[in-house]
C-alpha cells in the first residue's frame, strides 16, 4: 500500500527557511516507476505544482516561482524526499503536499496535477512577520 507523509511545515519569517519530508511506504523511491512531485495551495487559490524529482535519476524540476530558492533531494536508505525552501517569501505560504507518479509512460517527472496517483495529507507552510 502506498503512502506518504509529510512533516516539517511551520511558522517562519520572511528570508528564512524551512525543510519539508515526504516519508514514503509501499514503494522504493528510486524506482524507475515513481516520480515524487510538491504541490502547494494556498488559501483561495488552485493548486500548484512546485519541484519533483524523478525516481530513476533523481533528476528535478522546478516552477520558474521558486527556482533558486527551493531545493529537491531524496535519502534512498530513508525511503524520503526533502523539499528545501530558502529565502522563503509570504506568497510561499500554503499547504504544501507530496504526490507520487506511478507510471511506465514517462521517466522525468511533471508538474501537471493529474498525473500524480497517491497523495499525502499536506503540512502548513506559513511565512510571515
Known amino acids: 500500500q502506498v503512502q506518504l507523509v509529510e512533516s516539517g511545515g511551520d511558522l517562519v519569517q520572511p528570508g528564512g527557511s524551512l525543510r519539508l519530508s515526504c516519508a514514503a511506504s509501499?514503494?522504493?523511491?528510486?524506482?524507475?516507476?515513481?516520480?515524487i512531485g510538491w504541490f502547494r495551495q494556498a488559501p483561495g487559490k488552485e493548486r500548484e505544482g512546485v519541484s519533483c524529482?524523478?525516481?530513476?535519476?533523481?533528476?528535478?524540476r522546478h516552477a520558474d516561482s521558486v527556482k533558486g530558492r527551493f531545493t529537491n533531494s531524496r535519502d534512498n536508505a530513508k525511503n524520503t524526499v526533502y523539499l528545501q525552501m530558502n529565502s522563503l517569501k509570504p506568497e510561499d505560504t500554503a499547504v504544501y503536499y507530496c504526490a507520487a507518479d506511478r507510471s511506465y509512460l514517462r521517466a522525468m517527472c511533471r508538474l501537471v496535477e493529474d498525473e500524480y496517483d497517491y497523495w499525502g495529507q499536506g503540512t502548513q507552510v506559513t511565512v510571515s512577520s
Open positions: 524529482i524523478s525516481g530513476s535519476d533523481g533528476r528535478t
Open positions: 509501499g514503494f522504493p523511491l528510486d524506482s524507475y516507476l515513481y516520480r
